[in-house]
């Protein structure tokens, strides 16, 4: 039974450089795989996968109305499909997800996701939410925080290296660092309201 596969991690962890060394994998052995990006994603041009080892690969890029089921399934009928391999995954949509089950239930290919569980403010992305849900097998890729401690949560900073704890969900380009949740400091970034009672 084929089954849809969630890795994710903080930033800087090498999640595209993973997913590029799977594809290859298939590829190597005479496989055919489809690779999809976001088309939000455009910092090394629209449809390219790029690690900061400086591998990039040319990949479907899809936005908010991309129907994966859709588009699969007729790839499927061209030409058998191997394994779908999905970058940023943190930005599909709970539709997409689904449509990504289906990929895997009823086509019965394989689907490797790859991308970031929560946002500079450690609220869940939507696409992460539904992966953490609905995939068959979870896989952490792990990073370092600058404590030494495993880093979970994505800082962002300004162009002057600040933190910023306020804006939109979603700006590609910023910078951001990887901490742990104890350096991410959490309960004062965190739009949950809540203050721990003074310690005696």
């Not at 993973?18 to 590829?27: D, F, G, I, K, R």
């Not at 689904?98 to 869940?124: A, M, N, S």
């Not at 995939?135 to 300004?158: F, P, Y």
């Not at 162009?159 to 350096?183: C, D, F, H, M, P």
Request: proline fraction near 4%; include cysteine.
């Amino acid at each position: 039974m084929a089954k849809l596969y969630f890795y994710y991690s903080a930033m800087n962890a090498g999640k595209s450089t993973t997913l590029l060394q799977a594809a290859h994998n298939y590829e190597e052995r005479g496989m055919r795989i489809l690779l999809f990006t976001p088309q939000i994603d455009d910092r090394t041009g629209a449809g390219n996968i790029s690690s900061r080892l400086g591998l990039t690969r040319e990949a479907y890029p899809f936005g908010n109305d991309f129907d994966f089921y859709v588009h699969i399934l007729e790839e499927q009928r061209e030409t058998p499909v191997a394994c779908v391999f999905i970058d940023e995954a943190q930005f599909l949509t709970a539709k997409q997800v689904l449509q990504l089950t289906l990929v895997c239930d009823r086509i019965g290919i394989p689907v490797l996701c790859y991308g970031l569980r929560t946002d500079f403010r450690g609220e869940p992305f939507e696409g992460s939410k539904y992966l953490l849900a609905w995939a068959d097998i979870l896989g952490e890729i792990k990073t370092i925080c600058h404590s030494g401690k495993k880093a979970i949560m994505n800082a962002r900073l300004d162009e002057t290296g600040q933190r910023v704890t306020e804006g939109e969900q979603i700006a590609i380009g910023l910078n951001y660092v990887s901490l742990s949740r104890k350096e991410f400091a959490l309960d004062q970034v965190s739009p949950i309201d809540y203050q721990p009672p003074a310690e005696n």
